[in-house]
C-alpha cells in the first residue's frame, strides 16, 4: 500500500483532501465514543431492569408449593444485572481509552500540519507557475497566429520581420515558463510524495488503533455474552434440580401435612389421682387430634 | 410421593390447608405470567435501543477512511434489536399460555371444591364427635370421682348404689361416644384420604405445567442467546474482513487520490487551426492539472 496516496489522476481534489482528512479521523474517534458511549447506557438500563426483575421474582408468593422456584428466578435476574452492569462499566472504561486516543491524535495532528507547511507552499507556488506557463503559452500562440495572418496577407519584410522577432521572444518565454514550472513540479512532487506517504502513515495508524479499539469493545460483549450463557446454564439446571417430589416434601414439612393419620380411640378406664403424673400426660395425648383444635380455621371460598 | 399429604401430626393445620393451597396455584400462575411480561418489556426497550443505536451507526460519518466501519455497527445493531424483538413475541407467546393454563386451573380448582364437599362435612361431624367425647369422658371421669368420695366418706349403702348407677350410665355414655366418634373418624379418614390424594394430584400436575412453562421460557432465552452470539461472531468477522488497505484503497478509490503523479511539461510547437478538432482538445488536456484547479478549496485550520 505504499503511496496509496498521491494527489493527481481524472478527479483529485488534490492535497486539501489528504490534509482535512485528518479532521475526519478524529470525527471518527468521537463518533466511536458516543456509540460506545449510548451502547454503556443500554447495558446500564438493561441492568437496572434486570434487578427490577429480581426484585419481582423475590416478591413472588411465599405459600404455596411453587414458592422455593422464585427464588431461582431471583438470583438469575441478579446475576444477569450483574452481568449487564459489568459490561457497562467495561463500556465506561473503553470511552477512556477512546478519548484518550482521540487527545493523541489531536497532538499528531497539529504536529503534521506543521511538517506539511512546505508542501503546501509548494503546491502554491506550482499553482503560480502554472498560471504563468498558461500565459506564456497563450502569449506564444497568439504571436504565431498574428505571425500566419501577416504572412497571408503578404505584409512588408520588415514588418513581417518584427513580428517574427515578438513570436521568438514568446516562444523564449514561453520555455522559460517551461522550465520554471517543471522546476515547481519537481520540487512539489518531492514534496508531496513525502506529505503523501505522511498521510498514509496517520491514516494506517489511525485505523489500526480503532480497529483495537474495536476488538476491546467486542472481547467485553463476549466477554458478557459467556457470562449471561452461565447464568441461563445455572438457571436451567436450578430449574431441573428442584424436582416436583422436592417443591411437595418442603410444604408438607413446612405445613406439617404429614402422612400421620388418627388411630381410634379407646375407653379410657378411670384411675385415681395417685397415678403419677408422666402416665396422665401421654394418656391425655391420645385424646388430642390436632387438625381439628381451635385454632385451625374453617375453610372459606376462595 | 403418594399419601405426602395427609392433615395430621403435631403441627398440623389441617384440611383447609390442602383446600386454600389451591389458590397459591393460581396465584403462582399469575405471578409468573407478570413475571414473564416484565420480562417481554425488557426485552422491547433493549430491541428499541439497539435499533437507535443502529441508527447511531448509520449517522456515522461517511468522510474519511473509517466511513464504511460504520455499516459494519449498523448491520450488528440492527440484527441485536430483531433477536431481541424475537425474544419479546416469543414472551408475549408463552403469556398467553400461562393464561390459557390459569384458566385450566380455575376450572379444575371449582370442580375440586365441589368434590371434596364430602370430605368438609365429615371434618365437621368428626369435630361434633369430638366435642361429645370429650363431654362424655369429664362426665364419666366426675361420677367416678364422685363415687370415691363417697366411698371414702362411708355414707349409707342407698346413696353408694345411686353413685354406682349413675357413674355406670355415664361409662355407657362414654363408650357410646367413643364408638360414634370412631365410626366418625372412620369415615373422615376414607375421605380425607381421597381429598388428600386429590390435593396432591393437583399439585403435582400444577408444578409439572409450572415447569414447563418455565421450559418454554429458558428456551427461548437460550434461542436469543445462540442467535445474539452468532450476531457477534459475525460482526467480529466483518471487523476482521475489512483490512486497513482495503478501507484506505476504498477511500482511494472514492476520492480519487490515486498514484498518477504529474510528468513535466514539454514545449508545445503552434500548429495551424487546419488541426482536427480532436487532437487540439488532447493536446489541451496535457496542461490540466487537476489536483491544482479552482474547484480546489485552500486547506484551512481544523
Tied chains: 1, 2.
Excluded at 37 to 44: K, N
Excluded at 125 to 153: D, I, M, P, T, W
Excluded at 260 to 270: D, I, S
Amino acid at each position: 500500500m505504499l503511496e496509496a496516496f498521491f494527489v493527481l489522476g481524472e478527479k483529485n481534489a488534490g492535497f486539501d483532501i489528504l490534509y482535512h482528512n485528518m479532521k475526519h479521523g478524529q470525527i471518527a474517534t468521537k463518533e466511536l465514543a458516543e456509540f460506545v458511549r449510548e451502547r454503556a447506557a443500554i447495558e446500564e438500563t438493561y441492568s437496572k431492569s434486570m434487578s427490577k426483575l429480581a426484585k419481582i421474582a423475590s416478591n413472588g408468593s411465599p405459600l404455596g408449593t411453587f414458592a422455593p422456584m422464585w427464588d431461582v428466578f431471583r438470583v438469575s435476574s441478579d446475576k444477569l444485572a450483574l452481568c449487564h452492569l459489568e459490561l457497562m462499566r467495561k463500556m465506561n472504561d473503553l470511552i477512556r481509552d477512546i478519548n484518550k486516543y482521540n487527545e493523541e491524535q489531536v497532538k499528531i495532528h497539529r504536529k503534521t500540519k506543521e511538517e506539511v507547511i512546505g508542501t503546501l507552499e509548494s503546491v502554491q507556488s506550482l499553482q503560480v507557475q502554472n498560471s504563468h506557463l498558461q500565459k506564456a503559452r497563450e502569449g506564444y500562440h497568439s504571436k504565431c497566429v498574428e505571425l500566419e495572418r501577416l504572412r497571408k496577407e503578404g505584409v512588408p519584410q520588415k514588418e513581417l520581420e518584427k513580428a517574427e522577432l515578438k513570436s521568438k521572444k514568446a516562444a523564449e518565454s514561453f520555455a522559460g515558463s517551461i522550465e520554471k514550472f517543471n522546476r515547481a513540479g519537481r520540487d512539489f512532487e518531492q514534496k508531496m510524495s513525502e506529505s503523501a506517504q505522511k498521510f498514509q502513515d496517520i491514516e494506517e495508524a489511525h485505523l489500526r488503533q480503532m480497529k483495537l479499539l474495536i476488538k476491546a469493545y467486542s472481547h467485553s460483549i463476549e466477554d458478557t455474552h459467556v457470562q449471561v450463557g452461565q447464568v441461563h446454564e445455572e438457571f436451567k439446571q436450578n430449574v431441573e434440580n428442584i424436582g416436583i417430589e422436592n417443591l411437595i416434601q418442603k410444604f408438607t414439612d413446612q405445613k406439617g401435612t404429614g402422612k400421620e393419620r388418627p388411630g381410634p380411640v379407646g375407653f379410657e378406664e378411670y384411675l385415681s389421682p395417685l397415678v403419677s403424673e408422666n402416665s396422665k400426660k401421654s394418656r391425655a395425648k391420645a385424646f388430642r387430634i390436632p387438625g381439628l383444635g381451635k385454632r385451625d380455621k374453617e375453610p372459606d371460598s376462595m
